[in-house]
């Protein structure tokens, strides 16, 4: 017959410990509530005899799965493993697993998955789904679910959130391309019923804007998803029209990929006929040919500060309960809680944990555009900062709900927008004359260098 299984009792008996101690020394959630020394023994005591804890059990005892539902509208964009990296390593920390949902941008399996996750007891949800106008967030909210965006806002709903700087990071593109000389520059925006297709639109005029450029309808095509597909789709119809333009800028990096193969079959090459830019600097951007200039934001730090930000959800894991070791994400700057229209700054969180990043040769200093964020070239080799020397902008949290002068709120909803970059690399180039100066149209017939 196999032996019984270790249980708790025969850990705590050889450790020389009540079984309650050994209960918390062995949950990451409790362990700082038992002495580093104690702690240390009762590992080793469970380690040696092989113990394994009951996830039933525990689960019947605390009334909680220590587990959380991860879904993910598409897991085929090379944006999300990064992100889930993060989001698995710091929950890992504190004992969670995470249990992932792909949903395909489809809200039908949406819900679906959302359903069988709750049957399943879930402690809380990380969405990548987020739509401005979401039932199923309203119905979340309802309950009072524990429940985090990332990489995308629902202002509406009351769920803490954690993105890029959208906005922002399209002026940066908007800028770079004005000074290289374009002056007629094509958009392909993302689907307007989720927050990043508005955001980046958004500043992608006001970059215009920023830079004494025309805004024109006829140069703006709509995506109505993020997808090759798409963008192949989009880019078609914008050499098709009549418009004048020398670079397209992408709403994100899967639209920019469909471009490429567009303007290959319309014969123009990239970057000497038409530059291209995408948004998000998904790993492998650079691997195509030529790179794509793109918007990078540390992914990593995205799933690990949405992972924080939902176990102080939960309400068992707050930040200055932490031991070193197992600390939220780190990163670099300060962080900035606008309160009332007032900023104030609090103290530095630490280094940022490894995550993607880009390659490329270094750049010859820091993009000055009006607007916060920072340029770095890149095509192969190591990267590093601008030879100005200065940081990357520090994220911006924004919290509601909270009073004037309160420095902590249980009723705070934040949303923190971390600061974007722009990667330049091999897909943009100095305008041609005629383009710069006149808008010339791009389409001409000739030998194409642009493919993948």
Same mark, same amino acid.
């Given at each position: 017959m196999?032996?019984?299984p270790?249980?708790?009792?025969?850990?705590?008996?050889?450790?020389?410990?009540?079984?309650?101690?050994?209960s918390r020394?062995?949950?990451?959630?409790t362990?700082?509530?038992?002495?580093?020394?104690t702690?240390?023994r009762v590992?080793?005591?469970?380690?040696?005899?092989?113990?394994?804890?009951?996830?039933?059990?525990?689960?019947?005892r605390?009334?909680?799965s220590?587990?959380v539902g991860?879904?993910?509208?598409d897991?085929?964009n090379p944006l999300?493993?990064?992100?889930?990296?993060?989001?698995?390593d710091r929950?890992?920390?504190?004992g969670y697993?995470?249990l992932? !949902?792909?949903?395909?941008?489809?809200?039908?399996?949406?819900r679906?998955?959302f359903?069988?996750?709750?049957a399943?007891h879930?402690?809380g949800?990380?969405?990548?789904?987020?739509?401005?106008?979401?039932?199923?967030l309203?119905?979340?909210?309802?309950?009072?679910?524990?429940?985090?965006?990332?990489?995308?806002?629902?202002?509406?709903?009351?769920?803490?959130a954690?993105s890029v700087?959208n906005?922002?990071?399209?002026?940066?593109?908007?800028?770079?391309?004005?000074?290289?000389g374009?002056?007629?520059?094509?958009?392909?925006?993302?689907?307007?019923d989720?927050s990043?297709?508005p955001?980046?639109?958004? !500043?992608?005029?006001?970059?215009?804007a920023?830079? !004494?450029l025309?805004?024109?309808?006829?140069?703006?095509?709509?995506a109505?998803?993020?997808?090759?597909?798409?963008g192949l789709?989009?880019?078609?119809e914008l050499?098709r029209?009549q418009?004048r333009?020398?670079?397209?800028?992408a709403?994100?990096d899967?639209?920019?990929v469909g471009c490429?193969?567009?303007l290959?079959?319309a014969?123009?090459?990239c970057?000497?006929?038409?530059s291209?830019?995408?948004?998000n600097?998904?790993?492998?951007?650079?691997r195509?040919?030529?790179?794509?200039?793109?918007v990078s934001?540390?992914?990593?730090?995205v799933?690990?500060e949405?992972?924080?930000l939902l176990l102080e959800?939960?309400?068992?894991y707050p930040?200055?309960?932490?031991?070193s070791?197992?600390?939220?994400?780190?990163g670099?700057g300060?962080?900035?809680?606008?309160r009332?229209?007032?900023a104030?700054?609090?103290a530095?969180?630490?280094?940022?944990p490894?995550?993607?990043?880009?390659?490329?040769?270094?750049?010859?200093g820091?993009?000055?555009? !009006?607007?916060?964020?920072?340029?770095?070239?890149g095509a192969?080799g190591q990267?590093r900062?601008?030879?100005?020397?200065h940081?990357p902008a520090e994220p911006?949290?924004?919290?509601?709900?909270?009073a004037?002068?309160?420095?902590?709120?249980?009723e705070a909803?934040?949303?923190?927008?971390?600061?974007?970059?722009?990667?330049v690399?091999?897909?943009t180039a100095?305008?041609?004359?005629?383009?710069?100066?006149?808008?010339a149209?791009?389409?001409?017939?000739?030998?194409?260098?642009?493919?993948?």
């Amino acid at each position: 017959m196999p032996d019984p299984p270790v249980t708790i009792r025969d850990v705590a008996a050889a450790a020389r410990v009540h079984p309650a101690t050994a209960s918390r020394a062995l949950n990451p959630e409790t362990r700082v509530l038992v002495s580093e020394k104690t702690a240390r023994r009762v590992l080793r005591a469970a380690k040696s005899l092989r113990y394994r804890p009951n996830p039933m059990a525990r689960t019947l005892r605390t009334r909680r799965s220590h587990t959380v539902g991860v879904l993910i509208p598409d897991l085929t964009n090379p944006l999300f493993p990064p992100i889930i990296r993060g989001l698995e390593d710091r929950l890992a920390e504190a004992g969670y697993v995470a249990l992932i !949902g792909n949903t395909d941008g489809d809200s039908r399996r949406e819900r679906l998955v959302f359903e069988q996750m709750r049957a399943r007891h879930v402690d809380g949800f990380v969405l990548a789904t987020a739509r401005l106008i979401d039932p199923l967030l309203a119905e979340a909210a309802q309950a009072e679910l524990p429940v985090v965006l990332v990489n995308r806002v629902a202002e509406g709903y009351s769920f803490p959130a954690v993105s890029v700087d959208n906005e922002r990071g399209s002026q940066l593109v908007v800028s770079h391309l004005a000074k290289l000389g374009h002056r007629h520059i094509a958009y392909i925006a993302g689907p307007q019923d989720v927050s990043t297709g508005p955001s980046r639109l958004r !500043g992608f005029n006001a970059g215009l804007a920023a830079s !004494g450029l025309d805004a024109d309808p006829d140069l703006i095509t709509y995506a109505t998803s993020y997808s090759i597909q798409e963008g192949l789709r989009c880019a078609r119809e914008l050499v098709r029209r009549q418009g004048r333009w020398s670079a397209i800028a992408a709403a994100n990096d899967m639209l920019a990929v469909g471009c490429y193969s567009a303007l290959d079959e319309a014969g123009l090459r990239c970057p000497e006929d038409v530059s291209v830019v995408g948004f998000n600097n998904m790993p492998f951007i650079d691997r195509l040919r030529p790179p794509l200039t793109s918007v990078s934001f540390p992914h990593y730090r995205v799933g690990t500060e949405a992972a924080q930000l939902l176990l102080e959800r939960i309400g068992r894991y707050p930040r200055h309960a932490q031991r070193s070791g197992q600390g939220a994400a780190k990163g670099t700057g300060r962080r900035h809680t606008r309160r009332s229209g007032q900023a104030s700054a609090q103290a530095p969180s630490g280094q940022e944990p490894s995550g993607q990043e880009p390659s490329g040769q270094e750049s010859s200093g820091q993009e000055s555009s !009006g607007v916060s964020g920072q340029v770095r070239s890149g095509a192969s080799g190591q990267v590093r900062s601008g030879a100005s020397g200065h940081e990357p902008a520090e994220p911006r949290a924004r919290q509601s709900g909270m009073a004037d002068g309160v420095a902590e709120s249980t009723e705070a909803v934040k949303i923190l927008f971390l600061a974007p970059e722009l990667i330049v690399r091999g897909s943009t180039a100095q305008a041609q004359g005629a383009a710069a100066e006149h808008g010339a149209d791009p389409r001409r017939a000739g030998p194409t260098e642009v493919g993948i």
